[in-house]
């Protein structure tokens, strides 16, 4: 793509920082022009060269970019397709990366901007906000859902799905109705959920305190994305608000049934609850490659001393097994942290365990 392609941003925070911070990365000589509320986020991030320019005027700024990123809160978004709309350029490719799709993709239609449109949503994130949270890695390797309109040429899919990809993202093609049907139950009411636990033990605690300093471990693992920004989430749960609502009835429901058993001192009913819930939570993959192409891990435990990680790498190289990718991880189910070791192939990960059996790693598989 030639020198002068640019990108305008509107919205530079965790999101949007991380997309403008990667594009730098694998394209430093694209053009990035910035728009946020905040003049701070605009300085900093102009100070670390992510963006080249500020703009003013989103309309007029932004009338020669090839791409244009709508990284602000969803409903905000919507805001700004009025503003671009006679200016933006005829090859234009106008995204955004919102947790919901419908509000906007309806939008677009009522403006009739369905030719510019492709909605993008990198399935990645965490509970901290600001561009200060933001990293030019947070979108590899992750899920980046791409919904595009019925009337956007398949070319400026192509190339766009193409550019994401080179950012590192896994794309996946999804209509806009079932991504927010999907995102509402593995992302929506979850976030509700942790938050309402949250204020369960928040309204049975004393004065001092003390449910708040006893409430480590497993509380703080499901309750971590309460800390999120609310602004983000009180859109979010506005702009979805049908299948939410629909999902929480469910789970009102199915909660009535769990006291009934408990009235009733149902162990069947209990046990089954639990079984089946743990077994599919243990069927849900680490990362987002699982789905996308088929994963080929170890897992070894290491002394914690330095130049473990080397000696382990360099005894894999002397065997001609390449690495594809490597990392410590601290979870619940490798108390102590494990390394990950993921290789090319079947062969090589069974001819890895061998080596490093041989030389008394213990080496785990998932099953
Ligand atoms: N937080 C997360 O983990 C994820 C968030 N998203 C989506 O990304 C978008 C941004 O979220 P984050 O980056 O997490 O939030 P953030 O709070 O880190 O960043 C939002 C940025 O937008 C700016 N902003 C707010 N209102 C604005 C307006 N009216 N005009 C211009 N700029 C405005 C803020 O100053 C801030 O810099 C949201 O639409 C959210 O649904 C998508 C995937 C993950
Ligand atoms: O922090 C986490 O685990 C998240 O789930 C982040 C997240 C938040 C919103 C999204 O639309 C997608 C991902």
């Known amino acids: 793509m030639d ?4 990108i305008g941003f509107v919205g530079l ?5 991380s997309i ?24 900093e991030a102009l100070k670390e060269r992510i963006i080249d320019v500020i703009a003013d005027d989103c309309g007029k700024d932004f009338a020669d970019c090839s791409y ?8 905000h978004n919507i805001k700004y397709l009025q503003i671009l709309k006679g200016s933006i350029a005829k090859d234009c490719i ?3 990366v919102g947790s919901v799709k419908g509000e906007i993709h309806r939008k677009i239609e009522e403006l009739g901007m369905e030719e510019y449109f492709i909605g993008g949503h990198p399935m990645v994130g965490s509970e901290k906000a600001g561009f200060s949270f933001s990293s030019d890695r947070l979108i590899e390797n992750a899920y980046y859902f791409i919904t595009p309109t019925k009337k956007v040429s398949e070319e400026k899919v192509k190339e766009f799905t193409g550019f994401i990809e080179e950012l590192g993202a896994l794309t996946i093609l999804l209509d806009y109705e079932q991504h927010d049907a ?15 636990l949250v204020h369960l033990v928040k309204d049975m605690d004393t004065d001092q305190g003390i449910l708040k300093q006893l409430a480590a471990g497993g509380f703080k693992d499901i309750t971590r994305i309460a800390s999120s920004s609310p602004i983000v989430w009180e859109q979010i749960s506005l702009s979805n608000r049908d299948n939410i609502k629909k999902l929480l009835c469910q789970a009102k429901d199915s909660l009535e049934r769990v006291i009934q058993a408990l009235d009733n001192q149902d162990h069947e009913y209990l046990n089954h609850y639990f079984k089946e819930a743990g077994e599919y939570r243990d069927s849900v993959p680490d ?7 088929k994963s080929y891990e170890i897992f070894v435990d290491i002394p914690d001393e330095p130049g473990t990680l080397s000696t382990t790498t360099t005894l894999l190289a002397l065997n001609n097994i390449s690495i594809k990718n490597i990392g410590i991880i601290h979870n619940r189910e490798f108390e102590e942290g494990v390394l990950k070791i993921m290789l090319y192939d079947d062969a090589s990960a069974k001819r890895a365990k061998e080596i490093l059996r041989d030389k008394n790693y213990v080496v785990y598989e998932r099953k």
């Open 3 to 6: 020198k002068n392609f640019t």
């Open 13 to 17: 925070g965790l999101i949007g920082g």
């Open 20 to 43: 403008a911070k990667t594009i730098k990365r694998v394209f430093p000589n694209y053009k990035i022009i910035g728009f946020d509320e905040d003049s701070g986020t605009l300085k």
């Open 68 to 75: 244009i990123f709508l990284c602000a809160p969803v409903q």
């Open 94 to 96: 106008l995204t955004d």
């Open 182 to 196: 999907f995102t509402a139950a593995i992302s929506h009411v979850p976030h509700i959920i942790a938050s309402e």
């Open 287 to 293: 990362s987002a490659v699982g789905l996308m192409e």
